[in-house]
C-alpha cells in the first residue's frame, strides 16, 4: 500500500466510482432509471449527478474544463430543471451514461496526476472560494461514498444484489438473511 497521500486518495476514489458503476451494470434500461424513492432517486440518475460533480470539482476548478461541455448539464437546462442532473433522458442510455462517466473520469485523473495536492482552485458554484486539490479529493470522496451508499441500498431493493462492489464481495453469500431480518424486526418490536 502507498504512503504517498495523492495515492491514497485517488485508490479510494477509484474504489467508489468502480464501486457505483457496478450498481448499474447488469440492469436493463427500465430498471437502471426507475425511481426508487418517492423523491424519484434512481440509479442511472446518482451516475449522471455524479458526472456533473467529478466535471466540475476535478476539471472547472482547477481550469481544466471537461472538453466536451455539451454532454454536460448547462446552466440554461438547470434553471428549467433544478434535478436534470438526476435522471437520464429518453435519448442518453445506460451504455451512453456509463461511457461519459469513464471519460470524466480519465479527465479528472489527468487533473490529478498534473497537479500537486497543493494547487489551488476555485470551485464556481462556490462562490469562487478558494480550494485545494487536497481539499477537493476528500470532499469528491465524501461525496462518492455517500451516493454510493445510495446506490447500494437501491440496488438492493431492485434486485437482491448486495455486496461492495459485485454481489457477495464482502457479504455473506449463504446466510439467511429472513431469519436476520426477523432477528431485528423482534428487536426493533419491543420499543
Avoid at 81 to 92: G, K, S, V
Wanted: charged share 30%.
Amino acid at each position: 500500500m502507498s504512503t504517498d497521500p495523492k495515492s491514497t486518495l485517488k485508490a479510494y476514489i477509484d474504489a467508489r466510482r468502480e464501486a457505483l458503476i457496478s450498481k448499474v451494470e447488469g440492469l436493463s434500461e427500465r430498471e437502471a432509471r426507475l425511481p426508487r424513492t418517492p423523491t424519484g432517486t434512481n440509479l442511472l440518475g446518482i451516475i449522471k449527478h455524479v458526472i456533473g460533480v467529478e466535471a466540475v470539482y476535478l476539471g472547472d476548478t482547477f481550469g481544466r474544463p471537461f472538453p466536451h461541455p455539451e454532454e454536460l448539464i448547462s446552466a440554461e437546462v438547470f434553471d428549467e430543471d433544478p434535478q436534470a442532473d438526476w435522471y437520464a433522458t429518453e435519448d442518453e442510455s445506460v451504455e451512453m451514461i456509463l461511457d461519459r462517466y469513464r471519460r470524466v473520469i480519465a479527465h479528472g485523473d489527468e487533473t490529478i496526476d498534473a497537479l500537486p495536492l497543493d494547487a489551488i482552485g476555485h470551485v464556481p458554484h462556490w462562490k469562487d472560494d478558494e480550494v485545494t486539490l487536497h481539499h477537493m479529493l476528500v470532499h469528491l470522496f465524501a461525496d462518492l461514498a455517500g451516493h454510493c451508499g445510495q446506490a447500494d441500498i437501491l440496488r438492493e431493493e431492485t434486485d437482491g444484489s448486495v455486496g461492495w462492489r459485485k454481489p457477495g464481495d464482502n457479504i455473506p453469500s449463504e446466510y439467511d438473511w429472513p431469519a436476520y431480518v426477523a432477528k431485528l424486526t423482534a428487536i426493533a418490536e419491543r420499543f
